[in-house]
Every structure is written in C-alpha cells, then in structure tokens.
C-alpha cells in the first residue's frame, strides 16, 4: 500500500467555529478562490502532521489568527468531484477527502486577521430559523420542491417529514444537513447549479459557500443542534457570568427556534448546571438580572447533561 498521495487521494481538513456575536450563532470563515465564504480548511502532511488535530489547529491560527479550544471530529467528506477551495490550479487531480471538525469558542472578537469573517450561520440556512415562526424562504421553497416532486410518493414524503409541511411531522431542528441535501438535490441551492455547469440561480435561498463547505456547516450545525440536549456544550459558548435571559437567546440562535422562558428556567434549574455569582447585570437595559455561572466539577457526570428545548406554542 502506497501513500495517500501515491493512490491519488489528498487529505485535508475543515473546521466549523461556531460562536455567539451580536444574538447570532456564528460561523468563522475565509474567503474562497471565487468569493465565496469558505471554512477555514487546510491540507493533511502525513510526513510532517503529528496528528489530524493538531494540524487544524495550526492552520486555523494561521488563517483567522484565533486559537481553538473544544473540539471533536464531525465526519469524512469523501465525495467525487470534491476540491479544495484554494486548490492549486494544474495537472494535479488527486481526489480529496476532507476530515470536518467542529470548534466552539467563548471568544467572539473580530477574528485578527484581515481576511477571516464570523458570519451569521442562519444567513446560510435562512430556512432553519423558526424563531419568528415560518420564515419568509419556507414557502417559496416548499412549493418548489412540491413541483420537483411531480407527484412521486417517496419524494413528497421526505418533503411533509424534513419541513413539517402537514400536522403530521413535527420540526425536527436537528435535521439540517437532510434538508440541504434534499434541496440540493432538488437543484434549489447555488451549489447545485454550479457543480453541474448549469446557470446559476436567480433567488437561491441562502449564501453559497465554496467547494462542499455549506454541506459541512450543515453536519456541524445538525450535530451542534443535537448535542444541545444531551451534553453541556453551549456553556462553551457562553462567558464566563451570565444571564438566564442570555442563555435562553444563546440556545435559540443555535437551535432556530423560539423557547418558553419558564419552561426553559425551570429546565435549566432542574440540571444543576449552574449556579448564581451573586451579581446583577446592569446590561439588559431594563431592571438588573442576576448573573449565573457554569458549576464547578467535571460537567460531564450526571443524570441530566443538556438543556431543556421547550418551544414556544
């Protein structure tokens, strides 16, 4: 057995750094050969790279000036065709696998170098964000996709069950990358278009991103999503004191969706995952709200690990 490189294959690696800036789940990203918003991605040297990890880190320092801190490996993205967004150009034509990570970082300042950007992950899934009931794209898209269906049962099915168009489904929040997949395959987004060579679209919902990057954050976004329920993590994206009303807007802007505050309150305070400082917030413009704070321990023992998602009615 050769190398990667000896049987044609070229290894990289992308990573989602999810943040929360300005009330919006946050993606970090660079700009792509043609313009595009692009992950922060770079190339595997099994010669020189200790390990996958360590290599992302370092590229991503280089490329956004930010330091990572949580992350975990999301999936292999294998397909043919793929590429790099900064491919070399040249007789080069290795296929190329990229190994996704998911990042999330507290730390939502301007990212230090020029060129990288946090852009709001719901402007790349417009159709994701139910916090103010059924957006705007939902129902131009629906239709679309009821006319590509043509009638066929097992299409029409995919589209009631991914975007509760009927009172049989329920939205499934954690659903993202099935929902882009079938759009994708519906031709309603720019990638679509331009992995065939066909013109582009003229109002496809979302901002495209280079190469297979959207369908990446889209696994980073679902399994973020996910996680919420069962795992602690949006406390990694929190400060350090906080309120409940800021944590609250911190699972809506991931999740997409608009939550009962009592609801979630009582939720939160039946996890035991926080405790309060002792300290008002004098930052919510109306009357100071008590500051909480993550508990001290290992968050990853416990009965309850997550935090309650209960939707507003």
């Excluded at 939160?268 to 400082?277: D, F, N, S, W, Y």
């Excluded at 930052?283 to 997550?306: H, K, M, N, Q, Y």
Aim: charged fraction near 25%; include cysteine.
């Amino acid at each position: 057995m050769g190398s990667p490189a000896e049987q044609g294959v070229r290894i990289g690696l992308s990573a989602v750094v999810i943040a929360l800036r300005d009330r919006k789940a946050c993606v970090l990203t660079t700009p792509g050969d043609d313009g595009s918003a692009a992950l922060p991605f770079g190339p595997f040297d099994p010669a020189r790279d200790r390990t996958f990890e360590l290599a992302l880190r370092d590229f991503v320092t280089a490329q956004t000036g930010f330091h990572l801190g949580f992350v975990e490996q999301l999936y292999t993205f294998g397909d043919l065709g793929r590429a790099s967004p900064r491919a070399t150009p040249g007789p080069d034509r290795r296929r190329e696998v990229s190994v996704g990570y998911l990042a999330l970082t507290a730390d939502a300042a301007d990212a230090p170098l020029a060129e990288a950007r946090w852009t709001p992950v719901l402007d790349i899934f417009p159709w994701e964000d139910r916090r103010d009931g059924d957006p705007a794209c939902l129902a131009p898209l629906v239709a679309e996709l009821t006319a590509w269906a043509a009638g066929d049962a097992r299409r029409q099915a995919r589209i009631e069950t991914l975007f509760a168009t009927t009172a049989a489904h329920r939205w499934n929040e954690g659903r993202v990358l099935d929902r882009y997949e079938l759009l994708y395959e519906a031709g309603l987004v720019a990638e679509a278009a331009r992995d065939q060579d066909r013109p582009p679209l003229n109002a496809a919902p979302g901002r495209a991103m280079a190469s297979d990057h959207r369908r990446i954050l889209a696994t980073g976004l679902g399994r973020l999503r996910s996680k919420l329920k069962y795992r602690p993590v949006l406390f990694d994206l929190m400060p350090a004191a906080f309120t409940l009303s800021e944590l609250q807007t911190a699972a809506e802007a991931i999740a997409g969706l608009s939550l009962h505050k009592q609801n979630f309150r009582r939720g939160v305070e039946r996890t035991g995952l926080v405790q309060p400082t002792g300290r008002l917030s004098a930052a919510t413009g109306g009357r100071p709200a008590e500051l909480f704070r993550v508990i001290d321990g290992d968050l990853s023992t416990g009965e309850t690990l997550g935090l309650p998602l209960p939707a507003q009615r």
